[in-house]
């Protein structure tokens, strides 16, 4: 079994940043700080080891104040549109992870249906920006949020 300090021996090994995934509660979070991660992926795995975790949208806000700036918090599970990238960038993820969407172009269409997947989506983030009144990336943030 994984334990805390088996994150601190992999920290020790390496000078790549170590980032863990499947972070969806706060305290883990916190701990991922304390035993020196260099970033965490707030994570449920789609749903398919527990299908009563959180959506990952709803773990987000709580875990941004947990690490409190601390590490990097990326996202991975929900990204279906470019608004729903929009949404986790304005609670705070540093970056979006996208998995179904991908997948599913890939299936539809191969390679040319992941492109056309990744256009819509830029499409969309960069049509949600403008709607909000963002020139940047930079410029979300959670006042967006409501």
Known sequence: TLAWRDVEWLCGLTTLPVLLKGIVHPDD???AVEHGAAGIIVSNHGGRQLDTAPATIEALPDIIEAVDGRIEVLIDG???????????????????????PVLWGLAAGGQSGVERVLELLRSEVDLAMGLCGCASVGEIDRSLIG
């Open 29 to 31: 979070a916190r701990l």
């Open 78 to 100: 929900g990204i279906r549109r470019g608004t729903d990238a929009i949404k986790a960038l304005a609670y705070g993820a540093k970056a979006v992870a996208v998995g179904r």
